[in-house]
């Protein structure tokens, strides 16, 4: 499979180094207002009885690939999308349907990144079901590095369904992050470790390669 990441960065409208304290940011994603697509090919559809922005890799698409939009950056803060990610037609053995959130973005190969892969929740396989959801920092530190380095550290199982929404939290503070999925308590990944310095960047939706996915109501909530 290949290693191309791809990541739509969403410049939100937050002020200074670390946001503004207390506000919410909200975004519907049900249009491409504003978005300027890279490798990828985006528009507005309904799926699943929901407004969204739908976003599939180009077949002849190589390396990064960004959506921008219009914003600055924040640091810390809670960072909530829902999203539906499931192999493209015609994807290899290996498509998984990767699809997640990075933060503190400063370019299209370095951020902060935790994904899913929602063919892997409800595998019959115990070992692919432990990889259900991962934490990766680019260029460094891609999931095969940690995976290596560091056995089941940065990624962990959570039941999911290919194809269905998946309500996704991510909460950054500092050099922690913890992800939640589908609203639970209980985070399902902590890195205490974040591999990037917590620096300004922006917050971006992620999709990795032979992913068919799609994005809606995105909330950001920065903190200092």
């Known amino acids: 499979m290949r290693t191309a990441v791809f990541v739509i960065v969403v ?3 937050v002020a200074g180094s670390g946001g503004i304290q207390g506000q919410q940011i909200d975004r519907s994603l049900d249009s491409t207002d504003n978005l300027v697509p ?6 507005a559809a309904t799926f699943q009885g929901r407004r969204a922005v739908h976003v599939v890799n180009q077949p002849t698409s190589g390396g990064h690939a ?5 914003g600055t950056s924040t640091v810390n803060g809670t960072i909530e999308v ?3 990610g499931q192999p493209e037609a015609g994807s290899s053995p290996g498509a998984r349907g990767f699809i ?3 933060f503190r973005v400063a370019d299209d190969s370095h951020f902060e990144c935790f994904y899913i892969r929602p ?3 409800r595998a019959d396989d115990q070992l692919r079901r432990n990889h259900a959801t991962q934490y990766v920092s680019l260029p460094d530190f891609e999931f095969n590095r940690l995976r290596t380095e560091a056995p089941g550290v940065y990624e962990s199982y959570v039941d999911l369904v ?3 929404w998946t309500h996704l939290r991510v909460e950054v503070a500092g050099q922690k992050a913890r992800l939640y999925v589908n609203r639970a308590t209980q985070p399902t990944l902590i890195v205490n470790d974040l591999k990037r310095p917590a620096s300004p960047g922006l917050i971006g939706l992620w999709i ?3 992913t068919d996915g799609y994005f809606s109501r995105l909330s950001v909530r920065p903190r200092p």
């Open 82 to 84: 829902d999203v539906i």
């Open 38 to 43: 890279h490798h990828v090919v985006i528009n």
């Open 100 to 102: 997640g959130i990075a």
């Open 119 to 121: 063919t892997n929740g």
């Open 66 to 70: 960004i959506v921008e939009v219009s």
């Open 11 to 13: 410049q939100l409208l």
């Open 162 to 164: 290919p194809g269905e």
């Open 208 to 210: 990795g390669d032979e």
